[in-house]
């Protein structure tokens, strides 16, 4: 399953008809980079995420955890 920002990037990309190398290109980070943000790889630098997010207008920030999950500790 997809996550959120693996979803909100593939649908931006597409808005503005952009391929994966035209999104590298203009962020100036590499294709594989957009390649692995797009199957969601875990180990992303945050710099570089918000990078790329920066060309839409956004940007990867701290937000709460959801306090209603148990805690397996």
Same mark, same amino acid.
Do not use: S
């Given at each position: ?15 503005? +008809?952009?391929?994966?190398?035209? %999104?590298?290109?203009?962020?100036? &980070?590499?294709?594989? /980079?957009?390649? #692995? $943000?797009?199957? +969601?790889?875990?180990?992303?630098? %945050?710099?570089?995420?918000?990078? &790329?997010?920066?060309? /839409?207008?956004? #940007? $990867? ?13």
């Amino acid at each position: 399953m997809e996550n959120e920002l693996v979803k909100f990037l593939k649908e931006r990309r597409r808005m503005l +008809g952009l391929t994966q190398e035209d %999104l590298a290109r203009r962020a100036g &980070v590499g294709l594989r /980079f957009i390649r #692995e $943000m797009e199957q +969601g790889k875990q180990t992303l630098r %945050l710099d570089k995420i918000n990078q &790329v997010l920066a060309l /839409f207008g956004y #940007e $990867m920030q701290p937000q709460a955890q959801n306090r209603n999950k148990v805690d397996n500790a």
